[in-house]
């Protein structure tokens, strides 16, 4: 991605008239066809990554390991037709470690539908409950009895779980994924621990969000932090086929990798969607990629599986260190949308990620180097402060377990749109920061609990009101709701193109007031121009 500067071009320009605007949007069209995806360039055979691609043609020989996504009985034959060994087997394809020759070989195979490099994924990192107002939701809303998330299985896809006082009791099951020596399912790392103490720990001192739920560690990522793709695939799979049996209703994945395909494409968007089908509410990170080394704002950094239409990607806030809404910010870390490549609109909330307290994994490798991080102890009942869109995701999970102990009946989508409509909108963030708004676990309680008439309900965090935005929307179809109901009549037009009131035009291309054009290419302002 590349920004330029624009100093010909102002709000002031645009509003003098429609010559100038149709121009502009000629001429961000026409960067759009010159900047599309070198996906578009491929003429024949399944379709590749862009990483991959890049790997090809490089021209080194080397064996690499790869996802090819399609039927995987034909796939499987077709690998091992051409003397491939095949490694994981998912119910979306087949992991092979295969040469460019080979790769080209497989791409014109029957059943094959694309093909990706099994990317390393990575973290992408207490919690103030009372910020979210989860607190309200523990001790009871409107006369309602509280709710803990008792009776909700998170599975936690992540480095695994080390044995920590405020997580005694918590975890039911334990799986490692990985291919470490010796490895078990305990946490090497230090961030798995991290996450499950901000979803559901308790104890003297701290609480997770959702202290009543219990947990699934399915550990993907090594000593290091580091871990295929294929290994998240497969935990999401087992969780797919276990979760009658440990009650799992949600999937925590804080990791990811860089967008490098379509999401159509992707295998782990594809077990992600898998999952959403199979009832499983999945809620991710949107990334830290939000600016560059040298503070530049970053715009289409949300990573992968983040861009799963069906998944709930929370970005990070800025809580100041304090309970109260009014000085939250969105953490320049954070990723904007839209995604890289399919312009989906993401992320769909945001939640308090800065230098949030949670469990310490003991011996870890962050603790031993950043010990400085330390807040207390460094064994069963040490405390540890990270930051990261990680950290967000895990605060959203815990809200999501305390809306389905409200209401155990919530299907994925349901709850997506509960954690949405009642979010707070920041000041000075737009759309592909913040999405929807600050998750307000107290607001959402109560419409999950279906005591909301009428308007969205207004909350008291911290001694302020906090008003729900009362926006919503699907990142399939670009829909949006803004407000009580869906506007569906004279001011809006669905089809190839969505116009909106006389701001908003929602196609291929986005017009939204004096200020956006996005399609292939983006401008926002004076200031970006965004392509691939």
Not at 303 to 311: D, I, K, R, T
């Amino acid at each position: 991605m590349t920004t330029y500067h624009d100093p010909a071009r102002s709000s002031d320009a645009v509003s003098k008239g429609g010559v100038f605007l149709v121009r502009l949007l000629a001429l961000a069209l026409l960067l759009g066809w010159m900047l599309a995806p070198a996906a578009f360039a491929q003429q024949q055979g399944a379709r590749l990554s862009s990483d991959l691609q890049s790997y090809l043609a490089s021209g080194r020989a080397q064996a690499v390991r790869v996802i090819v996504s399609g039927d995987p009985g034909q796939v499987s034959a077709l690998a091992r037709h051409h003397g491939l060994a095949l490694g994981r087997v998912t119910k979306g394809g087949v992991v092979v470690t295969a040469t460019p020759a080979q790769i080209e070989t497989l791409r014109q195979g029957p059943g094959v539908a694309s093909i990706a490099a099994d990317t390393l994924v990575a973290p992408t990192m207490a919690v103030t409950d009372v910020a979210v107002g989860a607190d309200q939701a523990w001790a009871g809303i409107a006369g309602r009895a509280g709710v803990t998330g008792r009776g909700i299985g998170v599975a936690v896809i992540d480095s695994g779980i080390a044995p920590h006082q405020a997580l005694r009791g918590k975890v039911v099951a334990s799986v490692d994924f990985t291919a470490e020596p010796g490895a078990s399912s305990e946490d090497r790392y230090g961030h798995g621990t991290h996450i499950a103490g901000i979803v559901a720990g308790s104890g003297t001192g701290f609480s997770g969000v959702a202290p009543g739920a219990h947990l699934v560690n399915l550990r993907v990522m090594d000593a290091q932090g580091a871990g295929h793709t294929s290994d998240v695939i497969a935990a999401i799979e087992w969780a797919i086929d276990h979760r009658a049996e440990y009650g799992i209703r949600i999937l925590n994945l804080s990791l990811g990798h860089p967008v490098m395909q379509s999401y159509r494409d992707d295998p782990l968007v594809a077990a992600v969607e898998r999952a959403s089908a199979a009832g499983l509410v999945v809620v991710t990170s949107a990334g830290n990629l939000g600016k560059t080394a040298d503070g530049r704002r970053v715009v289409g950094g949300i990573v992968s599986p983040g861009n799963a239409p069906s998944a709930i990607t929370v970005g990070a806030t800025n809580a100041k260190g304090t309970a109260a809404r009014s000085d939250d910010v969105m953490a320049t870390y954070s990723s904007r949308g839209p995604t890289h490549i399919d312009g989906l609109l993401k992320p769909d909330l945001v939640a308090p990620g800065n230098r949030l307290v949670s469990t310490l994994a003991p011996g870890s490798t962050i603790v031993r180097q950043l010990p400085e991080r330390i807040v207390q102890g460094a064994g069963l009942h040490g405390l540890f402060e990270m930051s990261g869109t990680s950290l967000s995701a895990a605060v959203v999970s815990g809200v999501a377990a305390l809306l389905l102990e409200t209401n155990p009946a919530l299907q994925p989508a349901q709850v997506k749109f509960a954690l949405q409509v009642t979010a707070g909108r920041l000041t000075g963030a737009g759309l592909i920061e913040q999405g929807a708004g600050e998750v307000n676990a107290a607001a959402a309680v109560q419409l999950a609990a279906h005591q909301v008439r009428g308007t969205f309900p207004t909350t008291i965090i911290s001694g302020e009101a906090v008003t729900s935005g009362g926006m919503a929307f699907n990142a399939r179809s670009n829909t949006l709701i803004w407000g009580d109901t869906l506007i569906w009549g004279d001011t809006l037009i669905w089809g190839d193109t969505l116009i909106w009131g006389d701001t908003l035009i929602w196609g291929d291309t986005l017009i939204w007031g004096d200020t956006l054009i996005w399609g292939d290419t983006l401008i926002w302002g004076d200031t970006l121009i965004w392509g691939d």
